[in-house]
């Protein structure tokens, strides 16, 4: 995709799989399902909204560094990523909370509007359309 890096693109690949990781050998993750190429389709379509969010990414990429860490957040193990989200994400400090929240909205809408994924969380299509029918609960 025009416009995209090499290194942006790696980036929203660490931070998929962080927001998505996969869930034992039965359960995919952002990288196996192709999210991010998934990701980078759907935003193509509305101008402006790539640049956007490389410039997150590349903001968050940076965030252990404000944080005292010396290394950026592509290169920090598994846990230590998954530790940084989990703080941002229970922080008192309210950007702090939305700025998780974006991510996870982005990334995790990319994921789960893959229809390869939806077996493994067990959904089908059609299961939200029709309202239980609760006349033979009592």
Do not use: Q
Not at 83 to 105: A, I, N, P, Q
Not at 133 to 138: F, G, H, I, L
């Amino acid at each position: 995709m025009p416009g995209l890096s090499v290194s942006t693109r790696k980036i929203m690949e660490v931070i998929a799989d962080t927001v998505v990781p996969p869930e034992g050998p039965d359960s995919p993750g952002a990288s196996d399902m192709g999210t991010v190429d998934r990701l980078i389709e759907n935003m193509s379509r509305m101008k402006g909204i790539v640049g956007a969010i490389a410039a997150l990414c590349w903001v968050w990429e940076f965030c252990p560094i404000l944080s005292g860490k010396p290394a950026r957040f592509s290169k920090l193990p598994f846990d230590e990523r998954m530790g940084l989200l989990e703080s941002w994400d229970s922080s008192r400090f309210m950007v702090k909370r939305y700025f998780v929240y974006l991510f996870k909205l982005v990334f995790m809408s990319a994921y789960y509007n893959d229809r390869d994924i939806w077996p493994y969380i067990g959904y089908e299509p059609g299961c939200l359309s029709e309202p239980p029918d609760r006349s033979s609960s009592d």
